[in-house]
């Protein structure tokens, strides 16, 4: 086939395509969002999901027909999806699942810098980690094929770095003749009761140990000769730095970094004078390796924070661990001109609330000048953090408590938190602030079920927050537009404040990039 | 086909189209038969903060970030985002700036990304037609007129 210049993420959806993948469920997060967008586009059946959970759920029942399927997601999707992942490990599945995660060393979007690799081993589950988009790519189908050969869930690990990357990919023939959907009813297999996991779980080191040794003869993983002086293990983009920053040393490649090739990593260290593991994030593949008794080099400290590049790689084999310099800071994002979560935000300012945030554009309104954003943990956080402050503080601060929440984050995990707020009702009552904004703005403005449209912005059901509101039995509700009514916004605000009461504020006003998106090609998020 | 590389830096602010200038730029590399990486960011960086991407091309590019001290063309978007870039510099990077295109003379002000590819051009050794080729593919037909006359002040600049 003709060679093409591919995002990492466009490599990904083209992958999962010629493999034949029946459904591709997800939720958005910088930066595996454009992989659903690009594989609907090439004509496979992409869904937003609420959250990582649902979206995993959906993969696995599709997998249980018999098919293939894939889920997308973050990092810390990962963290939301986590309870499917650990059991359908046990379960196995019929057809392939594959769960596309995607970390971000140095946070360039996210709260955190956790490393996937972990997830691998606490379940129990293959990943592979491309280095460029040829490998996001090859290893798509090849993540396919291990999973339906094993029956096994399987992790593609990618990072920003791969994600936002283009690079020149060469594919190949699609697979052709998969087989077609039916179910198959096999109860000890798919009811995971102790019973049934029991067996299961020795099912799963079975499978796991078969792995491995099919990862040490023919797995995904390459061997440059060079230099006998020097030896490079090294997994990901990390790779592609090593070979411009030591072109001369000798280089192995890790593309399955669970199970670990554990002695091919061992014979190649044992074949050069110095040895040394580079990769990003955590320390895992070094400590896998000094577990296993090999003698190795590994990365300083520092190197575990941030991205790897190829001056740091350089620094890595020089023994540098002398302060880096701190890059110089360039002019930080900010909410757009006009966007109507400003409004929200000084108003809550102006009646010096403690806000309870929540992760979306509004997050910015914690940075200056607004400042006006107390806490932000992780999705849907708002409710509870926000409910556990009311619930000690003196009255006086109490009361001045105010959970905010976006529309896209209070479907993904903000309707658990409602339901915690109208049940465990603090003294002083609650405020939550539910701003509607018809699309999940943040991560490039893809659909979800508040907004009455699909993946592919055809009309679909829609979510109505008044009604759950109403449902979940909460006394005060109102809905404003925030541009359009803001003293009725803010007195609204004030009553609610005053009250011990429970009260929701619908704040509705579409994103000024989702409207001017609207009519526009999905997908595109180009700034 | 010499075994150099050739990087490439992109910078301004979100909205300034950096990134569909480094779509382009990525693509008329690759139509030339290179190998061509590049790198960019995407997410939080877009709303109006600074942001930059890399391309790089050549016989064969390893890393998609540009190294520190490898960096041979510089093109800024707007002049104060230089300080965020003065260390990827040496002394043979060539910086280009918007200074060097007439704004009189720009019709639209948000076809600059596109003047400043023309300027780029200038020292690239790649036929004009693949250059307004690839424009034409990637631009939308709409207000074409106006990108292509940037494109062409950028180049006469
Ligand atoms: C578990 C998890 N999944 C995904 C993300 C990425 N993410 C953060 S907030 C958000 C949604 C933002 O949408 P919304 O709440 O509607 O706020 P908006 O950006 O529209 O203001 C997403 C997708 C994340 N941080 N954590
Ligand atoms: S993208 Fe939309 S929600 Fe985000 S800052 Fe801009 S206008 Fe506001």
Redesign the pocket.
């Known amino acids: 086939m003709k060679r093409q210049f591919l995002m990492g993420n466009e490599a990904v959806a083209l992958g999962a395509l010629h493999a034949g993948a029946a459904r591709g469920a997800g939720?958005?997060?910088?930066p595996s969002?454009e992989i659903l967008d690009v594989f609907n586009r090439l004509g496979g059946k992409a869904e937003w999901a609420p959250?990582?959970k649902v979206a995993a759920e959906v993969a696995l029942g599709v997998s249980f027909a018999g098919v293939r399927a894939f889920t997308t997601?973050?990092h810390?999707?990962l963290?939301?999806a986590a309870d499917v992942l650990f059991t359908a490990a046990y379960s196995g599945v019929d057809g392939a699942l594959v769960f596309i995660v995607a970390d971000d060393p140095g946070l360039a979007s996210?709260?955190d810098e956790q490393d996937t690799r972990r997830y691998a081993v606490a379940a129990g589950v293959p990943l592979v980690e491309p280095s460029d988009s040829q490998e996001a790519y090859d290893f798509t189908r090849l993540a396919f094929e291990i999973s339906e050969r094993w029956k096994i869930p399987v992790i593609i690990k990618l990072t920003t770095r791969i994600c936002h990357s283009g690079t020149i990919v060469v594919p190949r023939k699609p697979d052709r003749d998969l087989p077609k959907a039916h179910f198959e009813r096999n109860i000890p297999y798919h009811v995971m009761v102790p019973g049934h996991a029991r067996p299961a779980h020795h099912r799963l080191r079975k499978k796991l140990a078969e792995i491995a040794e099919w990862n040490e003869t023919e797995g995904p993983n390459q061997k440059i000769s060079g230099s006998k002086n020097l030896g490079i293990l090294v997994s990901g983009v990390a790779y592609q730095h090593v070979r411009e920053a030591s072109p001369d040393a000798s280089v192995f490649k890790i593309g399955m970094s669970y199970p670990l090739p554990v002695r091919q990593m061992l014979d190649f260290a044992a074949t050069v004078k110095r040895a040394v593991v580079i990769e990003e994030n955590d320390p895992y593949m070094a400590d896998a390796v000094r577990a296993a008794g090999g003698i190795i080099e590994s990365a300083p400290e520092m190197y575990r924070f941030g991205e790897l590049d190829v001056k740091r790689v350089k620094r890595i084999l020089a023994h540098d661990s002398t302060p880096e310099a701190v890059p110089p800071r360039g002019k930080p994002p900010q909410l757009c001109a006009g966007c109507p979560?400003t409004v929200t935000f000084e108003i809550l300012k102006r009646h010096n609330c403690i806000v309870a945030g929540?992760?979306?554009?509004?997050?910015l309104a914690a940075l200056q000048p607004l400042a006006a954003m107390d806490t932000q943990i992780?999705?849907g956080a708002s409710l509870g953090v926000g409910l556990g402050l009311r619930h000690v503080l003196p009255r006086e601060e109490a009361k001045r408590v105010v959970s905010v929440?976006?529309?896209?984050?209070?479907v993904?995990?903000g309707l658990t938190g409602l339901a915690e707020m109208a049940y465990n009702v603090p003294p002083t009552g609650h405020v939550l602030l539910i701003?509607d904004?018809s699309?999940?703005?943040?991560?490039g403005q893809?659909e979800?079920p508040g907004t009455g449209r699909l993946l592919d912005h055809s009309p679909a059901n829609q979510l109505d927050y008044e009604t759950v509101v109403r449902a979940m039995n909460v006394p005060n509700i109102g809905v404003f537009d925030p541009v359009r009514q803001p003293g009725e916004f803010e007195k609204a605000l004030a009553e609610a404040l005053e009250k011990d009461e429970l009260t929701v504020l619908i704040v509705r006003r579409p994103?000024i990039l989702a409207v001017a998106r609207n009519g526009v090609k999905p997908g595109t998020t180009e700034g | 086909m010499s075994d150099k590389v050739t990087s490439i830096k992109i910078a301004g602010l979100g909205g300034m189209g950096v990134l569909k200038s480094t779509q382009i730029l990525a693509e008329v590399f690759f139509r030339q038969g290179f190998d061509v990486k590049k790198a960019e960011v995407h997410g939080m960086s877009q709303r109006g903060g600074s942001i930059c991407s890399d391309v790089r091309f050549g016989k064969k590019v390893f890393s998609p970030m540009v190294p520190a001290g490898a960096l041979n063309f510089l093109v800024l978007f707007q002049d104060d985002q230089f300080p965020l870039y003065e260390a990827d510099c040496s002394p043979g990077t060539v910086i280009l700036k918007p200074a060097a295109i007439d704004p009189a003379k720009l019709e639209n002000k948000r076809a600059l990304n596109i003047a400043m590819l023309g300027l780029l051009s200038r020292h690239l050794d790649i036929p004009v037609e693949v250059w307004l080729n690839v424009l034409h593919e990637a631009l939308p037909e709409k207000g074409y007129a106006v990108n292509e006359s940037a494109f062409e002040l950028g180049r006469k600049s």
Do not use: R, W
């Open positions: 939720y958005p997060g910088t969002s959250n990582e997601m973050k810390v999707g963290n939301v996210s709260q979560h929540d992760i979306g554009c509004y997050t992780c999705m929440i976006g529309d896209s984050t209070f993904h995990s701003l904004n699309t999940t703005a943040m991560t893809q979800h994103c």
